[in-house]
């Protein structure tokens, strides 16, 4: 899994399809060449999906390209609005940093191999269970995290949903604005990332899971051939 997966993209390569002797390259260049940052004093309402694209080299690319924008925004900005601005653009660079390495998917999971013998011993069958108990114990935990951040998705979009209000509701070019623009993307981005770790935390579970399951039926047979 990589970015791309987290964030919403454009149909490019099926629209290329559809253009008789157009590449695929030539459409998401033209795609490329014609994007534009929003503006984060006048966000449009499919401000989000503007950075979607099939290959995340190029959605942060058009991330720190906003950012970098964001930035000249705060220039015009003094005293506590500048600090502010400066910390809220800091902590919005460390998210998209964070969705990038969490959009690549989780480590592969490493479990201590256990050979496959024609005969076991108690203390062979001793070991099995203690894995097997091992494994249930970390399916527990990745359970519980699943949890957490579901609802902590669920806090994110409530925060989502009052940044909208409020950054509607204040007036356009001030220092009020811009910072709650930020704070905005910010929360989509959190949100991004939660999401990426949903995943994350899905694909573990299946993994321990499967382990688990092959772990239980080398317990049975090694109950069986018992020595």
Do not use: C
């Not at 490019?12 to 994007?35: F, M, S």
């Not at 950012?67 to 609005?81: F, Q, S, T, W, Y």
């Not at 269970?129 to 494994?135: A, D, E, N, Y």
């Not at 994110?156 to 070019?173: F, H, I, N, T």
């Amino acid at each position: 899994m990589v970015l791309a997966a987290v964030l919403v993209a454009w149909p490019l390569a099926a629209a290329a399809q559809l253009i008789p002797g157009t590449g695929g390259g030539a459409q998401e260049a033209a795609e490329q060449k014609d994007w534009s940052a929003p503006d984060i004093n006048a966000l449009p309402q499919d401000w989000w999906t503007r950075f979607g694209f099939d290959e995340a080299e190029r959605q942060r690319e058009r991330l720190d390209a906003f950012i970098e924008g964001v930035r000249e925004r705060a220039e015009g900005m003094d005293g506590l609005d500048l600090e502010r601005a400066n910390a809220a653009i800091a902590n919005l660079v460390s998210l998209v940093e964070l969705l990038e390495v969490t959009g690549q998917g989780p480590v592969d999971e490493s479990f201590e191999p256990v050979p496959t013998q024609e005969r076991y011993t108690i203390e062979d069958l001793f070991r099995i269970r203690r894995l097997v108990r091992g494994l249930e114990r970390q399916e527990t935990r990745v359970n519980l995290e699943i949890e957490q951040n579901r609802r902590q998705l669920q806090l994110l979009q409530d925060r989502r949903d009052r940044l909208r209000r409020q950054y509607g509701a204040q007036e356009p070019e001030s220092p009020a604005h811009i910072l709650t623009g930020i704070e905005r993307v910010s929360a989509r981005v959190e949100f991004a990332l939660s999401r990426a770790r949903a995943e994350n935390l899905e694909q573990r579970l299946g993994d321990i899971g499967e382990r688990r399951k092959v772990l239980e039926e080398q317990q049975d047979y090694a109950l069986e051939h018992l020595t």
